[in-house]
């Protein structure tokens, strides 16, 4: 491959890296409960699954696995999934702070 090419598979690399990141810390701010509220599977396989999906991205980022192989891209969909079905489905059920405990559905009482 070409130069340029190799440069621009290692910056897609580092976003996928930047997104598989950004699943794991938003998963380890979901309480548990609210992936069973949700229907989903439980927090600690999603845990297991992102530290593993980013450590196979970190290595695809600094070029120890080659980019082009199928670990980086599955990594990359493990993340994706969790983004856009399993994160949109918990987000109701994570605490927000700042309420207060006398709030009604459309604010406090």
């Known amino acids: 491959m070409s130069q340029g ?4 598979f290692w910056f897609l690399a580092i976003i996928a890296f ?15 409960g609210a992936y069973a509220a949700a229907d989903k599977q439980n927090k600690n396989l ?4 992102l530290v593993v999906a980013c ?8 070029n120890m696995l080659h980019l082009l192989s199928i670990l980086p891209i599955a ?5 994706a999934i ?14 927000r ?7 009604g559905p459309y604010g406090p009482w």
Do not use: C, H, M
Request: glycine letters at 12%.
């Open 18 to 32: 930047g997104f598989e990141l950004w699943a794991l810390f938003d998963a380890l701010r979901t309480p548990a």
């Open 75 to 79: 990594a990359f969909l493990v993340a």
């Open 46 to 49: 999603w845990l297991i699954l």
């Open 5 to 8: 090419l190799n440069y621009f």
């Open 55 to 62: 450590v196979v991205g970190l290595g695809g980022a600094v």
């Open 97 to 103: 702070g700042g309420g207060s405990s006398s709030s």
């Open 82 to 95: 969790y983004l856009a079905d399993v994160r949109p489905a918990v987000r109701q059920y994570r605490k």
